[in-house]
């Protein structure tokens, strides 16, 4: 992995964001097939960027950060600017993750093994979600076979995020990209929506 990195990347990789195949090039090609579905296309960081420069950022936490995709190109916009978080409870994504994090050197992000849907990690003032829970739904481009996919579930999970977002003190923002799996989100308003050519991304803010 440090090669492939070194040929696209070479030293300036902390200044310079990567685009989508430049990190796709660091990916097992099992992961490289899921990118179009699974991770954050680089447009949509830079979009997120621009709007998170001109916010007060305590820090940002990606719940479901799977191979750290946008965790790692937001920190290379972001140029340590605030804290980025990322959660999964996937072990070998979170694996691939961390080597890219150590690869890059990046300091500012930091990455953990966690369901945030059983321990919710309360703090950052802005939180990102590209739509962890679709994947509970019947449908291709899954991940792999690990979790249950079912229409009950995915209500279940559903109920318990909206209700463990309420908690988050007045003030915090979530982005959304492709959404969070519903269409209301109690206690929230929203900010900001774009329909973006690869998905709508909105701000929903905790009042
Ligand atoms: C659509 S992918 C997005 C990955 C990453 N946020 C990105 O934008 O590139 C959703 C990720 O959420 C993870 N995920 C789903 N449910 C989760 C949960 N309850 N706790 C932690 N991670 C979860 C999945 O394993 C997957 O890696």
Redo the contacts with the bound molecule.
Sequence with gaps: MKNQFLRFIGKDGVGKPMTDFQFDSLLPVSLQTLSPY???PEVVIQFTWNYLKEESVSSIM??????G??CLILSQYTKNKFPIY?????NE?LEVALTLKTNLNLANVTFKS?????SFPYGPSHY?L??????TMKGSHS?DDSKLKSANLFLH?LQTLKELLYLCPKGTKLIT?HGFGGSVLPGYKVQKKVNLDLGEWIVWERV
Excluded: A
Excluded at 62 to 67: E, N, P, Q, R
Excluded at 114 to 118: D, E, G, I, S, T
């Design positions: 699974q991770w954050t990606d719940l479901g950060s799977g191979v995709k946008f990322g959660v999964e409870d996937r994504l966690q369901n945030f849907l059983k990102y590209f739509n962890p829970l679709y994947e991940i999970n990209y």
